[in-house]
Nanobody, 130 residues
Framework: QVNLAESGGTSVQVGGSLRLSCVAS????????MGWFRQVPGTEREAVAG???????SYADSVKGRFTITRDGATNTLYLQMNSLKPEDTAVYYC????????????????????????WGQGTQVTVTS
């Protein structure tokens, strides 16, 4: 059974930094894909960043150079370091997982198109204020 639990969301000022965490169970980082998505009410969920089982990563153009996805296999924790935050980064952030050796790009695309193919956390709210 897969369980994902996010934490770290809060309100932060424009230009600030924040680190989200996701503790995963039932997932083996060296075997499976992990990623972060976000959603604003009334809009579709969008991919933010992903890390494949081999450690390769993929980012949405809107966060490249500002966000970094990492993982710690010892604690089975996924992280999203967010720097230079903008008001448009305000959203509920979800941790996601998918079984198997998927490339980060394909996994992000697959989970965007069909969320039922993955596993999801409950989400954590990030609010960027000016």
């Amino acid at each position: 059974q897969v369980n994902l639990a996010e934490s770290g969301g809060t309100s932060v000022q424009v230009g600030g930094s924040l680190r989200l965490s996701c503790v995963a169970s039932g997932i083996i980082f060296s075997n499976d894909f992990m990623g972060w998505f976000r959603q604003v009410p009334g809009t579709e969920r969008e991919a933010v960043a992903g890390i494949a089982n081999d450690g390769s990563t993929s980012y949405a153009d809107s966060v490249k150079g500002r966000f970094t996805i990492t993982r710690d296999g010892a604690t089975n924790t996924l992280y999203l370091q967010m720097n230079s935050l903008k008001p448009e980064d305000t959203a509920v952030y979800y941790c996601a997982a998918a079984k198997g050796a998927l490339t980060a790009v394909s996994a992000l695309r697959t989970l965007t198109d069909d969320p039922d193919l993955g596993y999801w956390g409950q989400g954590t709210q990030v609010t960027v204020t000016s």
